[in-house]
């Protein structure tokens, strides 16, 4: 069984720099597309960013120029790096993997998501 677990997020002043990493973990499994969604209070969950196996990026447009994402294929890990973190970032950030895995020899595609991590931007 593959899970997703997620660092801590944290009240972090307009500005200021967070980052938020996640890593996979289990047996028999390949990650396609790795990355970062965000759900804001009374709002749908939406894409932050992704990013393939290739490192080819995919942001939104309210965190292009302020955020990063990265992946590291052979630790099945994801970092974002927010910069210039805003009031409107604030929100539960849950990190999400489109993956393949092998039960036991057959592959199964598949979605998971992370538990999900508060960001609060708030001086």
């Known amino acids: 069984q593959v899970r997703l677990v997620e660092s801590r997020g944290g009240l972090v002043p307009p500005g200021e720099s967070l980052t938020l990493s996640c890593t996979a973990s289990g047996s028999r499994f390949r990650i396609n597309v790795m990355g970062w969604y965000r759900q804001a209070p009374g709002k749908e969950r939406v894409l932050v960013a992704t990013?393939?196996?290739?490192?080819?990026?995919i942001y939104a447009d309210s965190v292009k120029g302020r955020f990063t994402v990265s992946r590291d294929n052979a630790k099945n890990t994801v970092e974002l790096q927010m910069n210039n973190l805003k009031p409107d970032d604030t929100a539960v950030y849950s990190c999400?993997?489109?993956?393949?895995?092998?039960?036991?020899?057959?592959?199964?595609?598949?979605?998971?998501w992370g538990q999900g991590t508060q960001v609060t931007v708030s001086s």
């Open positions: 990013v393939d196996r290739d490192a080819k990026p």
């Open positions: 999400y993997a489109d993956l393949v895995a092998w039960y036991p020899d057959r592959p199964y595609d598949y979605e998971l």
